[in-house]
Antibody
């Protein structure tokens, strides 16, 4: 059974760096073809894909946010970490992590974590 | 980058109606198109992948079609539990862009 759970601060101040952790079970990020991605959703708005990390440590980022994002993995801990620098109130929203298999899409999602950016 | 455009942005229909949502890519994405359902206040749920393959456990009233640039999600007989926002997503290569969503109401 695949499960994912996001954790991190619920409130960050503008200009601060956000660090979110996705802790998962039921699969290994060392298995060929597996990847984990991050998706966010501002209140009342659409889903936005942010980043993806593959089993082989290859990484992909949203072109509009690439300068602010870093995604890493700790295979031994079954965790993926996303950092986003220079947070702004427009970055407020629910952040999800999700499992993706090779040539597939996001089939398992975490419950999401709401991050508010405010001074 | 490839843009994904959904239409309509919202619709209202009656229980039992046939509902169709369209998603258009501005470049060929072959069959690498997924549909998600997000019920109010809930986590997105994968409905369809590879444009037309139903995810396990999804009711058969949902179906998908299309390839290349034009795709369709159809609900053959709308049910009250189908009230949700539906998103398409391309996943052939990064960026894994989502459409803007279609809100379905009864």
């Amino acid at each position: 059974q695949i499960t994912l759970k996001e954790s991190g601060p619920t409130l960050v101040k503008p200009t601060q760096t956000l660090t979110l952790t996705c802790t998962f079970s039921g699969f290994s990020l060392s298995t060929s073809g597996v990847s984990v991605g991050w998706i966010r959703q501002p209140p009342g708005k659409a889903l936005e894909w942010l980043a993806l990390i593959y089993w082989n440590d290859d990484k992909r980022y949203s072109p509009s946010l690439t300068s602010r994002l870093t995604i890493t993995k700790d295979t031994s801990k079954n965790q993926v970490v996303l950092t986003m620098t220079n947070m702004d109130p427009v970055d407020t929203g629910t952040y999800y992590c999700a499992h993706k298999k090779w040539l597939g899409t996001f089939d398992y999602w975490g419950q999401g974590t709401l991050v508010t950016v405010s001074s | 980058d490839i843009q994904m455009t959904q239409s309509p942005s919202s619709l209202s229909a009656s229980v039992g109606d046939r509902v169709t949502i369209t998603c258009r890519a501005n470049q060929d994405i072959r069959h690498y198109l997924a549909w998600y359902q997000q019920n109010p206040g809930k986590v997105p749920k994968l409905l369809i992948y590879a444009a037309s393959t139903l995810q396990s456990g999804v009711p058969s009233r949902f179906s998908g079609s299309g390839s290349g640039t034009d795709f369709t999600l159809t609900i053959s007989s709308l049910q009250p539990e189908d009230v949700a926002t539906y998103y398409c997503q391309k996943y052939n290569s990064a960026p894994l862009t989502f459409g803007g969503g279609t809100k379905v109401q009864i």
